[in-house]
């Protein structure tokens, strides 16, 4: 019989006991990220904003030394054209808006170089305890909404609408999308009753939260990934079923008078003030700052949030906040078409350096 040698078992150990530390830690910040990385700051601010620092002190120890090197080369000559244009209002919004865009930049290109190797079985782990907790807080939240407890986890301001921690909804809605997604394909690629129960686990809170645009949004990547697969979806029996399931679920919805069926068809008559302010209006009041300022460099970083509200009055629906909602249409009025051009170039770019499709 063989023996292994002592400092093999030794580096095993050590290699076993790195692992479980990497995946304790994808798993707690997985946890602060979706349920409290906003706890306790302002509106708009996130813990990961804040601790983006010591994320940039990580990627200098670890060799990334160019990493705001390419930031500053992208965005340099787009505020420095701003600034000469005369087209910022608010110098102080510009350097607020500049420092956060910043930090976000260097939170994602972390998570990026973090999880370039990933271990399957921690982000299964990790997508199941995310599924799970999420749906106990829900619970927990429609249970405590009942008899009037804990009323901040939902917004009221068309009708209640379950956002936990988080400042809105739409936002909770769209943490929620990576999740449902999972559980879809999971049951597609093997249904069994543990994963349908998953499935459920994770559609329900995102029902609960009813973001017509998040539901919309999904429901229209998951028909275009059938549509560009369309020979390996057609022939398969649990797509099929599953695809059979949802529908028979959506009719049962719409069948039956609830808040969700009265949001889609206020949002798509045009009725819904949520839904007008993401769409129509975003890109109304978009125009007429890039008219004000500049097509090409637009506005300037932050400054969308200065101009935006003289425009909304002509036509606000009582909503308590005057932002830009649609994120082509702010990129387009704080940055003109440079932006339009540079986020659109690095979506493509991604998709295929990541091997999406």
Not at 107 to 126: D, G, K, M, S
Not at 164 to 185: A, Q, R
Request: charged content about 10%; overall charge positive.
């Amino acid at each position: 019989m063989i023996m292994s040698s002592p400092m093999g078992y030794v580096g095993q150990r050590q290699a076993n006991y790195n692992v479980s530390i990497k995946a304790l830690s994808i798993i707690s910040l997985a946890i602060i990220y979706f349920f409290f990385n906003r706890t306790f700051l302002p509106h708009g601010l996130l813990w990961t904003t804040v601790f983006s620092p010591l994320l940039y002190l990580w990627l200098l120890s670890i060799g990334q030394k160019r990493v705001l090197l390419k930031y500053f080369l992208v965005t340099g000559p787009l505020v420095l054209f701003q600034i000469l244009l005369s087209s910022v209002s608010d110098p102080i919004s510009l350097v607020r808006s500049f420092t956060l865009c910043m930090c976000i930049y260097l939170t994602v290109y972390a998570f990026a170089i973090f999880i370039r190797r990933p271990n399957e079985r921690i982000i299964l782990r990790v997508f199941h305890i995310l599924i799970t907790l999420n749906f106990i807080f829900c619970i927990f939240a429609v249970v405590t909404h009942q008899i009037g407890l804990f009323d901040n986890l939902w917004s009221e301001e068309l009708s209640p609408r379950l956002r936990l921690l988080v400042y809105e909804p739409s936002y909770y809605g769209t943490l929620m999308v990576p999740l449902v997604s999972f559980s879809i394909f999971r049951v597609y690629s093997r249904p069994s009753a543990a994963r349908l129960l998953v499935l459920v686990l994770s559609i329900f809170p995102f029902a609960v939260c009813m973001s017509v645009g998040t539901t919309i949004g999904l429901i229209s990547a998951l028909g275009l990934v059938v549509l560009l697969n369309l020979n390996h979806f057609i022939f398969r029996k649990t797509a099929l079923i599953l695809m059979t399931l949802l529908c028979l679920l959506a009719m049962i919805v719409i069948q039956f008078d609830n808040v969700i069926t009265a949001r889609l068809l206020a949002f798509l008559a045009g009725e819904d003030s949520s839904g007008s302010v993401r769409t129509t209006q975003s890109y109304i009041v978009a125009y007429q700052i890039a008219d004000t300022t500049s097509f090409i460099f637009g506005a300037g970083f932050g400054q969308s949030k200065v101009l935006a509200a003289q425009f909304f009055d002509e036509w606000w629906l009582g909503l308590d906040f005057k932002d830009i909602g649609n994120v082509v249409a702010a990129t387009f009025s704080e940055h003109g078409l440079y932006g339009l051009v540079v986020r659109f170039s690095v979506i493509i770019y991604l998709y295929f350096k990541m091997k999406v499709g």
